[in-house]
């Protein structure tokens, strides 16, 4: 793939570049770069994926440019295009692209099925800035990895660790939400990639992971593993309608599962030792 053709959807690149010329003239000399990350970067995605791009920038956008990005953003969202509803970024400032830092700064970040950039820390993570160093199409400007600095398996794996321990308490606490078409799949599928960057601190797609756990975990896991990639498809539509009652349950002990294998004392040196 080149600037010119990054992806394999003739419809997803001209939106793309529509984007990337409207975001270059509404930021001139402060574009710095554009970039395709996610599932489009680790190379497994379908309709159904989201299009999560990185923008980054020399210095914060000013009244003015936040202004015409937020223009910007809301035509896109009303073109004819369902990759359009489906569009989600951050703008990040070069200085805090290169590293991560405590506490994670906010970025101006535009939600998948949005039309407005907020503030939100929600791109500020070592995973992002993996998949753009490692894997980032470009779309504008330099070489991703000229941009981020390389990322430890040990940092990898240490945020993996945080949000897949923090994410499990709030699955605890509110075990009713996963009654939900759309969330219940998303959470075993989420679990399978994390546990799959514990393994190989590398980021896989949701895909990967999914192949990787039917295979590395214990076979009774397989087949809520299969139903959770099956339920994929139409996630607008299965985000109003309930979960099958006995996957709630398995998803729950799935996830139980993760969080005491992964918090055994020693886990993490049990690892390979990749860069």
């Known amino acids: 793939m080149d600037k010119q053709h990054p992806t394999a959807d003739l419809a997803l690149n001209i939106l793309l570049d529509d984007l990337t010329s409207s975001i270059h003239t509404a930021l001139g000399d402060n574009l710095v770069g554009a970039y395709l990350q996610g599932s489009f970067a680790v190379g497994d995605w379908d309709l159904d994926s989201d299009v999560d791009f990185l923008i980054a920038i020399d210095h914060e956008a000013s009244d003015t440019e936040l202004s015409t990005l937020q223009a910007i953003h809301g ?13 989600e970024g951050a703008y990040f400032p070069k200085d805090s692209l290169r590293r991560r830092i405590e506490p994670p700064a906010q970025q101006w970040f535009l939600n998948n099925t ?4 907020i503030r939100s820390a929600h791109d500020n993570t070592q995973v992002v800035r993996w998949i753009v160093r490692e894997y980032g199409i470009s779309l504008y400007g330099p070489p991703p990895n000229s941009l981020i600095d390389p990322i430890s ?38 679990f399978c990639r994390m546990l799959h960057t514990l393994q190989t601190a590398r980021v896989g797609s949701k895909l990967a ?9 214990a076979p009774h896991w397989k087949d ?19 979960a099958n009652l006995d996957d709630v349950k398995h998803t729950l002990d799935f996830v139980q599962y993760a969080l005491v294998t992964t918090t055994k004392p020693g886990y993490l040196q049990e690892m390979p030792k990749q860069s």
């Open 209 to 217: 992971g999914a192949h990787w756990a039917k295979g590395a975990l």
């Open 75 to 87: 035509r896109l969202y009303d073109l004819e295009s369902n990759w359009a509803k489906h569009l």
């Open 114 to 117: 949005s039309r407005e950039l």
């Open 224 to 242: 809520l593993i299969q139903r959770a990639w099956d339920e994929r498809p139409n996630p607008t539509l299965k985000a109003h309608q309930e």
């Open 153 to 190: 398996a040990h940092d990898l794996r240490q945020e993996i660790m945080k949000k897949m321990h923090n994410w499990s308490q709030e699955i605890f606490a509110n075990p009713d939400e996963l009654n939900n078409g759309w969330y219940q799949p998303y959470v075993v599928l989420s």
